[in-house]
């Protein structure tokens, strides 16, 4: 049996910019878990962090797993709409001016080993996504391991810094303050510097503070962990702040199940059990969990297959159940061919693009620091025969440039955005104008590394067009594929230029300006305009839609004209289960496939597990 869904431009327009033979499912309990139920999903990337709120962690591959063990306030549906998850908490609104907000644990929430989760681990979150108790100007960017993006051992034991890429003008960063908490442990209250759009979306889910704190300060007890986390912060103690911001950074950070099994204490409805390094991580539904999205499956089995086919082949054989590779032609081949499977394809709120680095290149003379070396490269990348070549053979008319670096085709403001700004010059290849442009930069090294996953098939033929395409203007491509690619995004000096694709994560209008703010989490290639900057601050305060698609289109020609890179296209989406899985259903958003797992179920006869 087969489902076709196609989802088009227009569908994604509001998306805004950004993971053998068994036993029998036997008796469903009072919850709806179905004992010894277990299934298995294919990703293509493996888990390396439990953190995904730093500039290491922030993947996909790790967010989709962190999804379904860190519980939070509120999450979105695959309408898209935001929905609040009221079992674990609630926000109130409490002020517009200024901006006052409180969150509250529920109470009776837990982390998995018997912890309740409270007003400690929401302070924690607030100091790491805020950054207001950092030590000033501190810069990390000497103390990163250009070989695996994570921090060395020669980072400053003695300076308070979260790496969550907070800026004082967007988000947590607004709150400058210490909240104030309540008096029974489970409320904090934040009070805004200033108004901001997207509030509601600014405070993620917490990381158990007193799991930090056992490792960070060195204390046995529980409640004594969380109370040291509570006194540093509130009396801003900088001795204390220091270990807590590095274990926060780094001590969730792990490529196999952890000798320490605290570090996998969780507070959603799963909860990791084990783990092997490039093969598979498995989630057990958490005993602890009391929330409203209690899992039906015991056991889901995350395996990771890179190679496409060869997650069809696994999905053929029974050792998977559900799989959501990279979309190719041959993918779409390959599964037309099976039977008892359903089919779901269409596109994602992904888009492939091409960054420049302006500043920490691999390049000995910093070549994308040029704007003429910047426009030069720009000139070769060969759009349009990437999209033919590689996408239109699977969604066919729906296989389109993307010409923006902000909107969506077909959103609202996209086409206007594209009059204005100058993509149309990059979408057919100009060798001799790079050529030109080229010489008159006076770069004499015109090496260029560009870094992307070394074991996905569609980036090594993206890699091979681009590098036979830029050779030919006089620039020397050379390869930094890793399949390490996503922990070594940002790491100065690990590489010129990168291929790789942003997933949205929600639909707020500030989701994609960390990317081009300066210092923001997500701007990974040390772009910097202070027109910019400015836009980004005035979008964080401005609630008027017109004036919002009037200042990004703004933004995205300032980008354009400041040679940032190139945007491909939006990712053609597939995802293919067995017929034994019912309740999958994606989303455009992350984590698409895993965004209501908890609804999933089995219908009798084997399960597969890890």
Request: glycine share 8%; proline share 5%.
């Amino acid at each position: 049996m087969k489902i076709s869904r196609f989802l088009t431009a227009a569908a994604i327009a509001g998306v805004g910019a950004l993971v053998i033979s068994g036993c029998t499912p036997s008796a469903e309990d009072d919850s709806g878990l179905i004992e010894g139920s277990a299934i298995s999903v294919a990703w293509n990337q493996a888990f390396y962090s439990m953190n995904g709120f730093t500039s290491y962690g922030n993947a996909t591959a790790n967010n989709n797993i962190n999804y379904l063990v860190l519980d939070g306030f509120n999450y979105y549906d695959n309408t898209p709409a935001l929905v609040k998850n009221t079992s674990f908490g609630t926000y109130e609104l409490v002020s517009e001016d200024p901006l006052t907000v409180t969150y509250t644990i529920n109470e009776g929430v837990k982390w998995s080993d018997g912890t309740a989760v409270d007003a400690a681990d929401l302070l924690l979150n607030w100091a790491a996504l805020s950054r207001a108790l950092d030590t000033p100007d501190f810069d990390p960017a000497d103390f990163t391991d250009p070989e695996t993006g994570e921090f060395t051992d020669a980072f400053p034991t003695d300076v308070v810094y979260f790496d969550s890429g907070a800026t004082p003008d967007a988000g947590l960063g607004l709150v400058s303050q210490t909240p104030e908490v309540s008096e029974d442990g489970r409320s904090i209250t934040m009070v805004y510097d200033a108004p901001f759009v997207d509030w509601e979306l600014s405070f993620s889910s917490p990381l158990p503070a007193h799991v930090v704190a056992k490792n960070a300060l060195g204390i046995t007890d529980n409640a004594e962990a969380k109370q040291a986390v509570l006194d540093a912060i509130q009396n801003d103690d900088a001795a204390a702040l220091a270990p807590i911001s590095s274990f926060w950074n780094s001590g969730f950070n792990f490529t196999s199940m952890p000798s320490d099994t605290e570090l996998v204490t969780a507070s959603g409805p799963y909860m990791i059990t084990d783990f092997v390094a490039d093969q598979y991580i498995t989630l057990k539904a958490n005993p602890e969990y009391t929330g409203e999205n209690k899992p039906t499956i015991e056991e889901i089995t995350i395996r990771f297959i890179p190679d496409p086919l060869a997650a069809v082949q696994a999905l053929q054989n029974g050792e998977v159940d559900i799989i959501s590779p990279q979309a190719t032609a041959d993918i779409k081949t390959a599964l037309d061919g099976l039977d008892g499977v359903t089919v779901l394809t269409g596109l994602e709120g992904t888009y492939e693009h091409v960054d420049l680095q302006f500043e920490n290149g691999r390049n000995p003379e910093n070549i994308f620091s040029n704007p003429l070396a910047r426009e030069a490269f720009m000139k070769t990348i060969p759009r349009q025969e990437i999209v033919d070549t590689l996408i239109k053979p699977i969604i066919g008319d729906d296989a389109i440039l993307r010409n923006s670096q902000l909107f969506v085709p077909g959103a609202e403001g996209y086409d206007e955005s594209v009059a204005n700004n100058t993509s149309l010059d990059y979408e057919q290849v100009d060798i001799e104008g790079a050529k030109a442009l080229l010489a008159e930069s006076g770069v004499t090294n015109t090496d260029v590394c560009i870094l992307y996953a070394a074991n996905n098939p569609r980036r090594v033929n993206e890699f091979a067009l681009i590098q036979q395409s830029a050779n030919q203007a006089g620039f020397n491509v050379t390869d930094c594929g890793s399949t390490e690619w996503g922990g070594l995004l940002g790491t100065p000096g690990a590489y010129d230029a990168s291929l790789f694709g942003w997933q949205s994560t929600s639909l707020g209008v500030t989701n994609s300006l960390p990317t081009f703010q300066t210092g923001g989490i997500n701007n990974l290639n040390f772009y910097s305009n202070a027109q910019v900057d400015d836009l980004v601050a005035q979008l964080n305060v401005t609630f008027d839609k017109a004036e919002q698609i009037t200042m990004l289109q703004e933004m995205d020609k300032l980008l354009w004209e400041d040679f940032y890179g190139v945007t491909i296209f939006q990712f053609p989406s597939v995802t293919a289960y067995s017929d034994r899985v019912q309740g999958v259903d994606p989303s455009i958003l992350a984590p698409t496939i895993f965004w209501n797992a908890w609804d999933w179920t089995v219908t009798s006869g084997e399960s597969t597990e890890g």
